[in-house]
Structures are given as C-alpha cells and as structure tokens.
C-alpha cells in the first residue's frame, strides 16, 4: 500500500499500517533500552566480582590477625592479656568501621589504642603502688619522649594508615563505579531517538526488506546520537580506572596490605615486650617527671606475671593470592577503560547486527545500498551535525552530569589514597552510592584532625564537594581542586 500514513519511516510502498509503526517503534525502544541495561550490567558484575574478592580477602587479614592475637597472648602475657581484653576488641573493632567507610579518624584511633594500653599495662606492672587517672594523665603526656613502646606506635601508624587508606579508598572505588554504570544504564532515551532506532531496526520490515541488515556506519551515527551524553562520562571515567591501577600497585606495593595488615598482632606483642623488658627504667623516668605515686595499701600480691614460655608469633603470608587479586583487577579495569566510546561500536555489531563496513547493499534508512554520511564523533558537542538524530547539544543530561561528578570525587579520594593522605568518606553502606565530600586532608595542612566518634550526619543526595573547606565533626576538608 502507499505509505503516506507513515510518520516515521520513509512514504514508498510500504507493507506497514499506522498501528504497526506505532508498534514497531515501541519495540524497537524497548529492545534498545534492554541492549543497554544488559551491556551494563556485564560491567557492573565485573566491578561487584572485583571489590568482593578484594573486600573478602582484606577483611580475612584482619579476621586471622585478630583470632592468632586471641589465641597466643593469653599464654604470653598472662594477666597482662585477660585484664585487657577490651582493649584489643575495640582496636579491631574501630579497624573494620574504618575499613567500611565509618567517619574515623584512623590515626586518633591508634593513638586511642596505645594510651589505653600504656594506662592498663602501667598500672598492672606496677600493683604496689596506688595509680590515680591525674597521674595516669601525666604519664601518658611523657609518653612521646619516653618511647614505653619503642618504635612500634609510630612505625605501626604510618604502615597501617596508608595500607587501611588505600585499602578502603580501593573497595569503594569498584562499588561507585558500578553504581555509575546501574544509574547511566537507566537513563531513558529521547523522543528523536526513539524514532532514530525504530528507522534503524524495523523500517526495513515495512519496506518489506526484513532480511537487510543496516549499515555499518548508519547505525554507529544513530547510536552514537542516542548515547552522546554516556559517551560524555569517557574521561572521568578512564581517570577512575587509572586510578584504581594506580592504587592496586601500591596496595601490593609500597603500602602492602598483607605484610601490614597481616602482622598488627605482631605488631603489638613486639610493643608490650618491649614495655615490659624496660619497665624499670621507663617507671623511673615517670617517677622523676610525675612524682613518686602513693604506695597501695593491698599489697602487690597481683605483681605482673612475665610471659609464661616463649610463644612464636607468626603471620601466614597470603602474598601470593593477593598478587593474583591485583593482576586480575588490573587486566579487569585496563579492558573496561573505553567501555563508554566503544559502546556504540559494540551495540552495533554484537545486537543491531550491522552489516560489515564494506557492505553496499545493506539497509541505509531509505532503501538498500550503500551509507555516504560521515561518522560523528564521540561525545555531546560532536553530534551537532548528525544527519541520523537530532540532538540538542545545549542540554546536557543531568544525570549523568550527575554521574561524572560522582566519578571525579572518587578520583580524586583515589589519589589522595595513593599518596598516602586520609579522604573523607561518608557512610555509604546503604546504598553504596559513593555520595558524599571526598577530600583530602594532609595534616601539614590542617593540623590535628578533632573527630573522634563516627559521623551522624544524614548521607548527601548530590555528591557536590563543600566549598566551606570544612567537614563535620572538626574534620577538616578542602574542596576539589
């Protein structure tokens, strides 16, 4: 019949009613929409598998850490162990709602750690004498320049922050990533691209052509106008990816997580040994700066037991699995980092089954032959000329602008992550959206950071940076550069 009813295909002869075209181009739209998801969700399940056996083997480094401490120091160190034991838990404890992303500050939490420690252990090792909390205090001020402790509180800060930085900064950035992915994925195509897909896909039909595949060239225009705002997302996102290599190597590098994280019980076992075999001449000291303390009326019949037999600490390397992690991250992420401009190209090829580029007898958008326009570029400001679909460059889509600040915000937590400087996160175990500031804060910058307990403050909906140059709590932060 004459085609004089069509609106969207071209009027020729035609084997197509009103109704027809009509349905076609909703399944044309529906088709185009589910192609997107499923692309989608083919990264977003490579991200999820990343940051799960990231996320699994981290929090198995704490887990044996803190079981082989339970399970050596009650023969080690005796009293000194069981009248403690909260102590510990709360150091483990604050090390993995740090790790999750908990508003805490990581190097307070050490130092927390240590002084409890110091104030418990003093007190045990010295049962003869009567201890109040205003001499307590004052120990604890003459701490720094006794070194009870040795090396081990310092060294042990240095170490860890950075690896829990970097380890923390790293699973969040495959989370926030795939949540991009889920939310760009969603994004609902325009009233001219509907159109442009349904020319593309099922006007053939109409002409009665249905076993002519479209062009090459043609369908990659009428793609790449219909997803010209993902294609936008390209370079923040191949910074994300960069950045999560970058970070991967520190991670089984210089800020090794197994070495670190593996050997916290360690750690501490060296430090109380080392409290323990100075102990008179650390006792003295304090006497000499705080004055002698009161002798106890009860006696020192509690007098400090010394390790019971010498137990080996040991720590079981997993460096070889973590190296495998890496290297599957890094071949995963080095193979995503074009994933928003090769889109169209793989959309093409892999569902629409475009002819081959060579193909003169392939469906044009008017009849069989061949496709003269040129292909656009990638992008929003390239499809100013599109002959395919008519895309209004002046109107970004808002969300995925949305999107790239999500991405630039994580970058840049990522490489404050990599240089060893803490980030502001936001508790984002809900709905691991990656909302929230993430700046950072060297301390020659800031000073002493104040916060101490975990944020209260409701999750941000936008992840707009905060130009005030503070965070919450006396955190301070800057804004994105």
């Not at 210089?254 to 593996?262: L, S």
């Not at 019971?308 to 600490?313: D, F, Q």
């Not at 109107?395 to 990599?418: V, Y």
């Amino acid at each position: 019949i004459l085609g004089e009813h069509l609106r969207i295909c071209p009027q020729g002869y035609t084997c197509c009613t009103s109704e027809m075209e009509e349905n076609f181009a909703n399944k044309s739209q529906s088709e185009f929409e589910a192609m997107m998801k499923e692309a989608g969700r083919s990264v977003q399940a490579t991200l999820t598998a990343q940051h799960r056996s990231f996320d699994s083997y981290f929090q198995d480094l704490l887990n044996k850490s803190e079981k082989a401490l339970y399970d050596a120091f009650p023969s080690m160190y005796g009293e000194l162990y069981t009248q403690n034991v909260k102590v510990f838990k709360d150091l483990y404890s604050e090390l993995r709602r740090y790790y999750r992303s908990s508003n805490i500050n990581l190097e307070e939490a050490l130092n927390e750690f240590w002084t409890r420690l110091l104030e418990r252990l003093f007190k045990l090792l010295n049962p003869q004498y009567h201890i109040t909390d205003e001499y307590l205090d004052c120990m604890v001020k003459h701490a720094e320049q006794h070194k009870p402790f040795g090396e081990v509180p310092r060294d042990l800060k240095v170490k860890a922050t950075r690896a829990f930085i970097a380890a923390r900064s790293y699973a969040q950035g495959f989370l926030v990533g795939s949540d991009v992915v889920k939310k760009v994925s969603q994004v609902s195509l325009s009233h001219e691209c509907t159109r442009a897909i349904m020319k593309l896909m099922y006007c053939p039909h109409c002409r009665g052509m249905s076993s002519v595949r479209p062009c090459n060239n043609y369908c990659l225009n009428v793609v790449k106008g219909c997803l010209a705002n993902q294609a936008d997302l390209n370079t923040e996102w191949k910074y994300l990816m960069d950045s999560l290599i970058g970070v991967a190597d520190r991670i089984d590098g210089p800020y090794n997580v197994d070495t670190v994280i593996g050997t916290i019980h360690m750690r501490i076992a060296e430090a109380i040994s080392n409290l323990q075999e100075n102990k008179d001449s650390i006792t003295s000291k304090v006497f000499q700066g705080c004055g002698n303390p009161k002798i106890s009326t009860k006696g020192s019949s509690s007098e400090d037991k010394k390790r019971r037999g010498k137990v080996t600490l040991e720590a079981k390397s997993s460096a070889q699995a973590l190296e495998m992690l890496v290297l599957d991250a890094k071949g995963n992420l080095t193979a995503l980092k074009t994933y928003w401009i090769t889109l169209p190209s793989s959309l093409c090829s892999k569902k629409v089954m475009a002819s081959s580029v060579s193909d003169d007898k392939c469906w044009n958008g008017m009849t069989k032959g061949s496709y003269l326009p040129q292909v656009m570029g990638d992008g929003l400001a390239n499809q100013i000329n599109n002959p395919e679909v008519e895309v209004d460059i002046t109107k970004p889509d808002m969300t995925i602008r949305q999107q790239i600040m999500q991405l630039k915000i994580m970058t840049n937590r990522l490489g404050n992550a990599n240089i060893g400087n803490d980030v502001d996160f936001q508790d984002t175990s809900d709905d691991m959206s990656g909302s929230g500031s993430g700046d950072s804060c060297p301390d020659d910058v800031c000073g002493k950071r104040l916060s101490k307990s975990p944020s209260t403050r409701q999750p941000e909906t936008n992840a707009i940076p905060k130009q005030s140059g503070h965070g919450v709590n006396g955190a301070s932060s800057r804004s994105l550069p």
